[in-house]
């Protein structure tokens, strides 16, 4: 019997007056197949020459003249990425929808691979959502977005931030509407919740309406009352609830928000934003600080295993001669499955260094006296990365390039020996 589908994300944002201090809070949990890895990964800037192309998931796409550095989460048998962000401070996340436009599983480009084509082509959140619209519009979106044979498709929403503000960017096919979002708090969840609040659209979006009887024309355009489907799927009534929830946490937090607060939201379990069931759980969760002021750096956290409940958050800041953290990084393939036609036809294991120890202690957390020593000694790691990174964004630690090259190797290098 095939596992339940991946049925729920939750993408966060806050930026002032939401937050404790001047600075934008991006966060996200990262909800996919039980078995699946998900790996975190630094690719750095590079320039192109006229005419190469990008190999995708699925396709090949013509790369542009300059890629920037990024830091990916991603599901490790895929090219582009669930969440992450980029050298200018620009961070993206995506969640998957089911809309009134039929989603193809015809191959094109997954969201996830969107994030990542935005990330490594955009210096804010604004070029972000222009990016992946014209993409959208050139090559689509659609193929399988698990790694197994039975279909699986989604269209998609994205959260976009950057140090000044933030956009949602919700998609039907190749139609799309973003809303741009200056101050206080947001979140996402599997469903269109742009409703006439529109600050940019698709050209043809309200004529596809008219065209479909969708919308009479007459009133306020509302993209999330006409494009959601009448028939929600159960994957997306229940994230109603966990929007609700989401929302009603920001609130309570409105005003005192910083990356613990988020990082307390992700490993909600209650309210269904950190999922652990037997068919999918919450594979990888981040959170990033972005300060107003350009000359303090952004910080962004990764956890690289599952369940955020029972994870560590570590800190990563792009610098240059950054040291590599391979601990994190899932084994390569000469014959992968998810490469040769037709796909997924065997299974291979992807874990990396990290979730192997990491799966091996989250036996010992539930069954053991000694576990709950351990996720104590773990939360005592997490804070150390944290405090540095407060005193980092205050300007009051000023490292050396070379710490700071290293920090996120010695954190989960940190997390390794402990699960020893």
């Known amino acids: 019997m095939a596992a ?14 939401a937050t404790a201090a001047p600075v934008v809070v991006f966060g996200k949990n990262a909800d996919r197949p039980r078995d699946e890895v998900q790996e975190v990964v630094y690719v750095p800037a590079a320039r192109h020459r006229p005419g190469d192309k990008v190999q995708c998931t699925y396709i090949e796409i013509e790369q542009v003249e300059r890629t920037h550095a990024v830091v990916l989460s991603r599901p490790a048998w895929l090219w582009g990425a669930e969440m992450g962000a980029n050298e200018h401070g620009v961070c993206v996340g995506n969640e998957g929808v089911w809309t009134r436009e039929p989603v193809g599983e015809q191959e094109a480009l997954l969201g996830m691979d969107l994030v990542r084509l935005a990330l490594e082509r955009s210096r804010s959140a604004h070029e972000a959502v222009r990016v992946i619209a014209a993409l959208l519009e050139r090559h689509g979106q659609g193929g399988p977005c698990k ?4 279909p699986f498709c989604y269209h998609n929403t994205f959260l976009l931030a950057d140090r000044a503000e933030a956009w949602v960017l919700e998609t039907a096919g190749p139609y799309w509407a973003a809303q741009r979002i200056t101050e206080g708090s947001r979140n996402i969840s599997n469903q269109l919740s742009i409703g006439t609040d529109i600050t940019a659209e698709h ?4 004529q596809r309406a008219r065209s ?3 919308w009479s024309g007459d009133g306020e355009f509302s993209f999330a009352e006409v494009f959601s489907l009448e028939q929600q799927p159960v994957r997306m009534e229940a ?11 920001l609130r309570q937090h409105a005003g005192r928000i910083t990356a613990e607060t988020f990082m307390g939201i992700l490993r909600d379990k209650a309210s269904g934003i950190c999922v652990d069931s037997e068919g999918f759980r919450t594979a990888g969760s981040m959170v990033s600080v972005l300060p107003r002021d350009p000359a303090l750096p952004c910080v962004h956290f990764f956890t690289a295993t599952p369940d955020p409940s029972r994870s560590v958050f570590k800190p990563f800041v792009f610098v240059d001669g950054l040291k590599p953290a391979p601990q994190v990084m899932s084994p390569s393939f000469a014959d992968d499955p998810a490469k040769k036609i037709p796909r997924f036809q065997s299974k291979v294991d992807r874990r990396h260094q990290l979730y192997r120890r990491h799966e091996a ?10 576990g709950q020593k351990l996720q104590e000694t773990l939360r005592a790691l997490e804070r150390q990365g944290l405090e540095a990174a407060h005193a ?3 300007g009051t630690l000023a490292p050396a390039p070379e710490e700071l090259a290293e920090l996120f190797f010695d954190c989960v290098d940190a997390e390794m020996k402990f699960y020893k």
């Open 147 to 150: 790694e197994e044979p039975a």
């Open 239 to 249: 994230a109603k609830a966990r929007y609700r929830a989401g929302r009603e946490l």
């Open 4 to 17: 339940p589908a991946p049925s729920s994300c939750d993408c966060f944002v806050a930026l002032p007056p």
């Open 212 to 214: 479909q009887g969708w």
């Open 203 to 206: 050209a043809g979006l309200r």
């Open 361 to 370: 202690a989250l036996a010992l957390m539930e069954s053991d006296p000694q």
């Open 392 to 394: 980092l964004l205050a």
